[in-house]
């Protein structure tokens, strides 16, 4: 199956800093990917949908402005987490569509980054 | 998208089957009924999904109802490694259609 991979796995930053995390599709090309941020015991929630050469697309109370996301290729999107405030420690996921002319085409997601900030 | 219903929790015996209800009563005509699970501090797993007629792949099976207004998963002989938050979608199908969670089944394998 399709692989997604996520960097780094872990990360633990200090207050006010700024973290990066990638999203890479290994083996298929996603014209779309999307993040979403789980906190404990929680479902998982839509933060924005990232399209290749656009900017993104946020949900309702995300700010784009601390969540930066960047898709500059087919198989990278960036999620930058500017001035990491300790509410901001997540479990941070990523997917990726296949780009394809299927209609049903499921997402994969890579295996998450988990932040804690201090 | 339409909303789904799930149980909140499950249990099942190893070795036996799983069946995870959903309902989804106000599905449209256009939209997918997907599952996903999630193993604890990992990432969503595809499981199945379907329009209208029953599927089965390696890992399950989904029986959707003649109205569609309710589905279930159908894991045959559930494992430990089966023990995982199970997620029931609806949404239209489409690479750029986002996937909006709900809170899930967590589905406790018990040996």
């Known amino acids: 199956g399709a692989v997604v991979s996520q960097h780094p796995s872990w990360v633990i930053c200090k207050s006010g800093t700024s973290v990066k995390i990638e999203c890479r599709s290994l083996d298929f090309q996603a014209t779309t990917m999307f993040w979403y941020r789980q906190f404990p015991k929680q479902s998982l929630m839509l933060m924005a949908t990232s399209n290749e050469g656009s900017k993104a697309t946020y949900e309702q109370g995300v700010e784009k402005d601390k969540f930066l996301i960047n898709h500059a290729s087919l198989t990278l999107s960036t999620l930058t987490v500017t001035s990491a405030h300790p509410e901001d420690s997540s479990f941070y996921i990523c997917?990726?569509?296949?780009?394809?002319?299927?209609?049903?085409?499921?997402?994969?997601f890579g295996p998450g980054t988990r932040l804690t900030v201090l | 998208d339409a909303k789904t219903t799930q149980p909140t929790s499950m249990d099942c015996a190893e070795g036996r089957a799983a069946n995870l209800p959903c309902n989804h009563s106000t599905i449209s005509g256009n939209e997918y009924v997907y599952w996903y699970r999630q193993i604890h501090s990992q990432g969503p797993q595809y499981i199945i999904h379907?329009?209208?007629n029953n599927e089965t792949n390696e890992m399950a099976s989904l029986i959707i109802t003649e109205d569609r207004k309710s589905s279930t998963l159908i894991l045959p002989h559930a494992t430990l490694r089966d023990t995982a938050v199970y997620y029931c979608?609806?949404?239209?199908?489409?690479?750029?259609?986002?996937?909006?969670f709900g809170t899930g089944t967590l589905l406790a394998v018990q040996p």
């Open positions: 979608i609806v949404r239209v199908g489409g690479a750029t259609n986002k996937l909006i």
């Open positions: 379907g329009l209208k």
């Open positions: 997917s990726a569509s296949l780009t394809s002319g299927l209609i049903y085409n499921e997402q994969f």
